[in-house]
Nanobody, 125 residues
Framework: QVPLVESGGGLVQAGGSLRLSCAAS????????MGWFRQAPGKEREFVAA????????YYADSVKGRFTISGDGPRNAVYLQMNLLKPVHTAVYYC??????????????????WGQGTQVTVVS
């Protein structure tokens, strides 16, 4: 089964908010970092935000700073993405991912080890 499961996506009006959640499914693991990516039709998978689980350091794509906030739970088995002031350009499938390595570049999709199946976010004006 898919090791990570996202939820919280859906249809929202422009200017609205959604909170995405991601949790381990069917197994436990220790993530060095976790991230959120998105992919629109015909586009490459794009970095959105990441968090280093041990210290809580966060990283954001320039395009979402001030709009999106990433956070993790205490055991670091889940990660969340609070999305505010949504616009139609944010429409995409959003994926969470886990990096199991001590050294990685969290903005690069290829550096992640585990992925969820994605959750659709659709923003309408």
């Amino acid at each position: 089964q898919v090791p990570l499961v996202e939820s919280g996506g859906g249809l929202v009006q422009a200017g609205g908010s959604l909170r995405l959640s991601c949790a381990a499914s069917g197994r436990t693991f220790s993530s060095y970092g976790m991230g959120w990516f998105r992919q629109a039709p015909g586009k490459e998978r794009e970095f959105v935000a990441a968090i280093r689980c041990s210290v809580g350091s966060t990283y954001y794509a320039d395009s979402v700073k001030g709009r999106f906030t990433i956070s993790g739970d205490g055991p670091r088995n889940a990660v969340y993405l609070q999305m505010n002031l949504l616009k139609p350009v944010h429409t995409a499938v959003y994926y969470c991912a886990s990096d199991l390595k001590a050294t990685s570049i969290l903005e690069i999709p290829a550096d992640y080890d585990l992925w969820g199946q994605g959750t659709q976010v659709t923003v309408v004006s």
